[in-house]
């Protein structure tokens, strides 16, 4: 990080992501005086950073990262377009936002990198795929290989086109394991637990599976057949959720489907 002790670095946006990601940063070393955040509505944890505030851009930063909304893109990149020395790295975690398209605002000989974190970030256990234009040098991607391991892991992508099926994948998937909390304590509650139990059994259900998928070598098949007796309860469960109809796996493919054609039509 010593390019951005050097050279400064701007986030553009400090909502759930970008507070995130600045958590990680500074938790990383990086000095709040060198990071510079642009947001018309500054969080009170944001201000007691020590980061700088809505206050002048340093004109050729390491970094630029850009964490806005996609639909407000076109009102916040004016502002970074006049930044950049040709070596300024452009780092966007906006879901939909092609590289062409930020080249087009930014400049075509820019170096951008788009990148598609999750929310785990808030914890240091996201995983960010991310993929540069022809401009972005090795030593590029190495700064925001850095950057971006403070909140989780990173992928490298071989191609843009595979970030829709990352953004509907690891991107909004954080979302799906939350709606199956909700969905297996309300099914517990169906099954006349009271609304607190319920929630704390699922909870800690998903927790404890997820801890175990993290420290075990078995893969996630292995895992599961190890809770599932012949003939038993999981048995009983899994023949509904694996039902090649109306299981798990068609719900699956159309909603991770429909996020990433959600994604392609962000680009539009
Ligand atoms: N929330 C998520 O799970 C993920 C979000 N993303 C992407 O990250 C980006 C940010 O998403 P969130 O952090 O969830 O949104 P958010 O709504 O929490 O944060 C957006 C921030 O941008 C600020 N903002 C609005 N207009 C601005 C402007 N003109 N200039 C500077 N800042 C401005 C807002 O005040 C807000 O603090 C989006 O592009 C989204 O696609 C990517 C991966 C996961
Ligand atoms: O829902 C969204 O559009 C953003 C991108 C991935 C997760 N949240």
Known sequence: MQDIDARGLVLLGCGKMGSAMLAGWLARGVQPTTVHVVDPNPSDWLRGTGVQINAGLPPAPA??????????MGAALPRLAALGDGDTL???????????SLAHALGTQSPIIRAMPNTPAAVGAGITAMIGNAQVS?????QA?????????VVTLED???????????????????????????????????????????????????????????SAATLRQNVTSPNGTTAAALAVLMDEATGLPPLMARAIKAAAHRSRELAQ
């Open 138 to 142: 090795a030593d590029h991607l190495e």
């Open 90 to 100: 452009f780092l966007s975690i906006a879901a939909g936002t092609t590289l062409a």
């Open 160 to 218: 843009e086109s595979q970030m829709d099926a990352v953004t509907g994948l690891s991107g909004s998937g954080p979302a799906y394991v939350f709606h199956m909390i909700e969905a297996m304590a309300q099914a517990g509650m169906s099954q006349g637990l009271a609304p607190d139990l319920a929630m704390q059994l699922a909870r800690a259900t998903v927790i404890g599976a997820a801890k175990l998928a993290d420290d075990s070598p078995d």
């Open 63 to 72: 970094v630029a990262v850009l964490a806005v909304k996609p639909q407000m």
């Open 145 to 153: 290989e850095q950057l971006l391991s403070a909140i989780g892991a």
